[in-house]
Structures are given as C-alpha cells and as structure tokens.
C-alpha cells in the first residue's frame, strides 16, 4: 500500500517509513504539492493510487462522500486523530511513524474507497 502524508504531517515520518521500506510521499516535502487544496490533493492521490493520511476529516470526508456518489473509488482515507497524534508532544512523530508502520505491516482494510481510523501502535 502506498501512502500520501497529508501537510500537517512531518515529512521524518514520511522518511521513516520509506527507510522501513514503504512506499510513503509526504506532502510537506514535495514542493508541487504542498499549499494544494484539498480537492487537488485527493486526486492526486487517486491519480499515485495513494491512500491519503490526513487529521482533516471534515473536508475530506465531504470530498470522498461526493467522489463514491458519483461513482468514482479512492484508494483510501486513513483520519488521525490530532488528540492521539498531537505534533506537539515529544511523542510525535514516532508515535504516527509506529503506528502507520503496524498499519502497513497487517492492513485492516483493502480494495478501494474505504476510511480507516488510526489507533496507537
């Protein structure tokens, strides 16, 4: 599974996974991509075939119930919680990186236009 990081998240995390092997672009770090709005950066993820990893649940989850209503798949949301996964602790962003790394290990979901609650690692 490949994964875009939406910008609120840190682009270590990005680097981490792809040190552990996983296919993962961090928004913050791609130039072409970063001040996107949301509706570009949901398709460019469909476009990669990407499952986007956001905290921004209120527009994304509008722009994923208006793509499935006209008929069009996404390769998946995963939500994190800003509570669970708050950029201010030290904990972060370790604690993102171990739980996307458990995630990608054993996915809990698969095929197209699902949405995917992130819990700790």
């Known amino acids: 599974m490949k ?6 998240h840190a682009p270590s995390v990005a ?3 792809l040190d552990a092997g996983h296919d993962v672009v961090a928004v913050a770090a791609d ?3 970063r001040g996107c709005s949301d509706t570009s950066l949901l398709q460019y993820a469909m476009e990669s ?10 527009d994304f989850s509008v722009l994923v119930k208006r793509h499935v209503a ?5 390769p998946g949301i995963i939500l994190t919680n800003p509570a669970r996964f708050n950029r201010a602790s030290l904990a972060y962003p370790g604690n993102l990186i171990a739980a996307l790394a458990a995630f990608l290990a054993d996915p809990p979901v ?5 949405t995917w609650w992130l819990q700790r690692a």
Do not use: F, I, K
């Open 3 to 8: 994964l875009l990081l939406d910008e609120m």
């Open 15 to 17: 680097a981490a996974l």
């Open 31 to 33: 130039p072409s991509l």
């Open 49 to 58: 075939g990407r499952a986007l990893v956001t905290e921004n649940v209120g």
């Open 70 to 74: 006209a008929g069009e798949s996404h």
């Open 110 to 114: 698969g095929g197209d236009s699902w």
